[in-house]
């Protein structure tokens, strides 16, 4: 068996097609049969797993050459397909190895290796007729197929080779149902059930799911290549769902999709704005029944990196979510947990796009006289607490010496009329994330310390958002401290 190294594999190919064309026709037929491709990819294989990488990129090779020369019939394609699946997923994946950065995919030699599958699938689909290519692939992919991720592989080869044909036989129902097999296993991933049983499996096996979703994720932006029009309304929402999850490797693959989809990273909002109403139409679905998609924040926190939610057609589905949390704080089924990331995905947005209009004095009290100063904590505390009319003990004697003299009280209460008036008046945004404050103060008493700890990041940006508005923010500081120390006494 002919080895070279890795800067010699395109001579070795024209070798191999020149030592094609110099055979009599029986050494061909004996050559081009289907039992050498099965065998020679069933060596690549073994060649890889036993560390033999030189030895399994010659098989590949020879492989990749015969198949360009090949006529498969169904029967041999029903035949090779999970053979070829397995390479896929040994190139990949290890099933040994339970770290991210143990995979084989993040091994130097691995992505030539992968490239050279890439060119065994693309001369498979000129080898074979395409419907009968689908027709055994499909099947594979709908079940519950022991090697899903080598199964995903190939049809994504397979897609990219179709994808860079002017006239490919792939017709919209088939692209759509393949699409739609992509979401159902994406949406399979991503219930309150699997998350569990994800969550309880070894690290091994949650590494597994999450490469799986990746190549998902990847398989749609070539679908969406292939036919927009088609394809977008049916993946759009999981895209922006998974380009805010935990994993990385999701994550950059859904974001990588995104940005592909719309031309250029900058070109995002603009696209999500096209598409508002695909959006919002997937969104009021989810939010109606949230126990079966847990994961619908992702989707709003995606979309509030590009988008401020305060604004257009976004408005009117935060009423209806305002109005559905109002069930689940009365007693309802769902998890409070799904509400507070969703309340902390919209100010996460508002804090993204708000920009302050305030000065550095802003946060200064002019006073008569032309003297400026920043008041002190213990000075805000006492005068927001004499607003209230409540007496503090010695305040008219010692504490009221912190306070500099005024020329007379009545500019003083003219003054604080006038600041009054400008606080009280509060741009919508603004006000919006005062809303969403007030109803995360709900979630504090909750058992779960993650929607303790999501309802306190909440808090904290809507803290910072109102901290030019004193009237606004003094009450929602002292309600805050009062559940704080309420939990802490506890």
Request: glycine share 4%; aromatic share 6%.
């Amino acid at each position: 068996m002919l080895v070279v190294s890795q800067d010699r594999d395109l001579k070795l190919f024209g070798l191999l097609n020149d030592c094609l064309s110099s055979f009599d026709s029986k050494a061909i037929s004996k050559l081009l049969s289907f039992e050498t491709v099965k065998n020679q990819t069933n060596l690549a294989i073994s060649s890889w797993k036993n560390n033999n990488d030189k030895q399994c990129k010659t098989s590949m090779l020879f492989v990749s050459a015969v198949l360009s020369r090949s006529k498969l019939n169904f029967v041999e394609i029903r035949t090779y397909l999970p053979i070829l699946s397995t390479l896929a997923s040994v190139l990949v994946w290890n099933e040994n190895l339970c770290s991210r950065i143990d995979l084989c995919w993040l091994d130097l030699k691995t992505p030539v290796l992968y490239s050279q599958f890439s060119s065994m699938c693309c001369n498979l689909t000129q080898s074979c007729s395409m419907n009968d290519l689908l027709e055994e692939c499909i099947p594979l992919l709908s079940k519950e197929s022991s090697n899903l991720l080598g199964i995903i592989l190939v049809l994504n080869e397979i897609l990219k080779s179709i994808s860079t044909q002017k006239n490919s036989n792939l017709s919209d129902l088939e692209l759509g149902h393949i699409s739609s097999i992509y979401i159902s296993i994406l949406d399979a991933e991503s219930t309150e059930v699997s998350i569990q049983q994800m969550s309880g499996e070894i690290p091994n096996r949650r590494s597994l799911w999450n490469t799986r979703k990746a190549f998902l994720l990847y398989g749609i932006g070539q679908m969406i290549s292939i036919n927009q029009k088609i394809v977008l309304p049916l993946t759009l929402y999981s895209l922006l769902e998974n380009a805010s999850n935990e994993d990385a490797l999701v994550c950059e693959a859904a974001k990588s999709t995104l940005y592909d989809i719309a031309g250029c990273e900058t070109g995002v909002p603009e696209f999500l704005n096209r598409n508002a109403d695909l959006i919002l139409s997937e969104l009021s679905v989810r939010v109606t029944n949230l126990g079966l998609h847990p994961k619908s924040p992702g989707a709003l926190l995606s979309l509030g990196e590009h988008l401020d939610l305060s604004k257009g057609a976004y408005g009117s589905f935060i009423d209806q979510v305002f109005n559905q949390s109002c069930d689940i704080l009365a007693g309802g089924n769902v998890s409070q947990l799904v509400y507070s990331q969703i309340f902390y995905a919209f100010i996460v947005s508002i804090s993204k796009h708000h920009r302050s209009t305030g000065t550095e004095n802003d946060n200064n009290c002019s006073l008569d006289g032309g003297y400026n100063f920043k008041k002190t904590v213990l000075q805000k505390i006492l005068e927001y607490q004499s607003s209230l009319g409540v007496m503090v003990p010695g305040f008219n004697d010692k504490e009221s010496e912190l306070l500099p003299e005024y020329d007379n009280g009545e500019n003083l209460e003219n003054e604080k009329k006038e600041g009054e008036e400008d606080e009280d008046i509060l741009s919508p945004e603004l006000s919006l994330a005062s809303k969403i404050s007030y109803r995360a103060l709900n979630f504090l008493p909750n058992q779960d310390r993650s929607v303790k700890l999501t309802a306190m990041d909440t808090l904290t940006i809507g803290v910072k958002l109102l901290k030019d508005h004193q009237n606004q923010l003094l009450p929602l500081v002292h309600t805050i401290w009062q559940n704080i120390v309420s939990r802490c006494v506890r």
